[in-house]
């Protein structure tokens, strides 16, 4: 084939989870057995695939998404936020029971615990998979997963993601041991410090200690660790050595979704030909972004919002440059 004719696979397919997120905000989080008031209460979709799917959608990126949903009142909630984002629906399931459900408690200082509940994610099979990145493959070059779906099925996604010539993007979340020949089958880790230190065993708490942990993923056959350091940036680790993108500070106000903001913009640039340093600065911007807004996907950036923002970052930047030579 000529370039002309090569068939445009700068598609990104999802496979996750989808869940119904149930979320308070108050000044603090209960002690254990304590009862308090809270200040506000929101019902909107979440869950990490669907999420990371509505980034990608914002983004521009040409979205797919795999997974579950159940046949009850939260059903139109899920297949309206993601349709909104552009995301296509095509292999996405509606199975008989519940939707999944988080709970997610959110503080003054924009922290947040969170109790996920699975219900129609576990309905999530292999034929399912396996259906939809055949049909995908012709048009797609990157898959995301996460952790939220069946444990059992993620060695079977990435490796069948893997047969199909796609770059297969983990975000290990919720952390959880994986088995060692899994990591073979993945392309780029992105954990942020918990999850690496949970799953490597290495006490992420700065640049020097991601690239540890960074080591340990690539020692195990992963092909790039980006390790997110929350107000320190994202160190970036590859076989030719470790680069640290540095943060956008920013006013945090619920760091809900923030992670699936970062990973959903970090597949849709490297599906669209960007670098894992190009992509990881976008990522950045977008998961910059999305904490200074509230909830999971309400928070998610368009992909203007974010070009905007780093274009005014950069003249910031380069205002204080211009400062600094004339202080000279």
């Not at 997974?67 to 309206?80: K, T």
């Amino acid at each position: 084939m000529t370039p002309a004719t090569l068939p445009d696979r700068s598609g990104v397919v999802i496979v996750g989870s989808v869940t119904a997120d149930v979320t308070t905000f108050s000044e603090r989080l209960p002690a254990r057995g304590e009862t308090i008031l809270g200040d506000e209460f929101t019902l909107m979709l979440g869950g990490k695939g669907a999420n990371q799917a509505v980034a990608a959608g914002r983004s521009g990126a040409r979205t797919s998404f795999v997974g579950c949903v159940g046949d009850d009142l939260f059903h139109d909630l899920v297949v309206n936020g993601l349709s909104e984002a552009g995301v296509d629906l095509t292999h996405l399931r509606t199975v008989p029971g519940p939707t999944g459900i988080a709970h997610i408690r959110v503080d003054a200082s924009a922290q947040n615990d969170i109790v996920m509940v699975p219900l129609a994610n576990a309905a999530l099979s292999a034929e399912q998979v396996d259906t939809a990145l055949a049909a995908l493959a012709p048009t797609t070059s990157v898959l995301l997963t996460q952790l939220e779906t069946p444990s059992s099925l993620t060695a079977h996604i990435t490796a069948r993601a893997r047969e199909h010539g796609m770059t297969v993007i983990l975000d290990p979340a919720p952390a959880a041991p994986l088995p060692d020949d899994l990591w073979r089958s993945i392309d780029i880790v992105t954990p942020n410090e918990t999850e690496a230190t949970l799953i490597s065993g290495v006490e992420v708490t700065d640049a020097a200690t991601a690239e540890q942990a960074g080591r340990w993923f690539l020692d195990r056959g992963v092909g790039a660790a980006v390790i997110t350091l929350a107000g320190q940036g994202s160190c970036v680790v590859t076989a030719d050595g470790a680069t640290v993108v540095p943060p956008f500070p920013v006013e945090a106000v619920d760091t809900t979704a923030a992670g699936d903001a970062y990973a959903g913009y970090l597949g849709a640039a490297l599906a669209n030909g960007g670098s894992l340093t190009d992509a990881v600065r976008l990522a950045t911007a977008a998961g910059a972004l999305a904490v200074t807004r509230q909830g999971a996907s309400p928070s998610l950036p368009l992909r203007a919002e974010v070009d905007a923002f780093l274009s005014e970052r950069e003249a910031e930047r380069e205002a204080e440059r211009e400062a600094q030579r004339d202080a000279r």
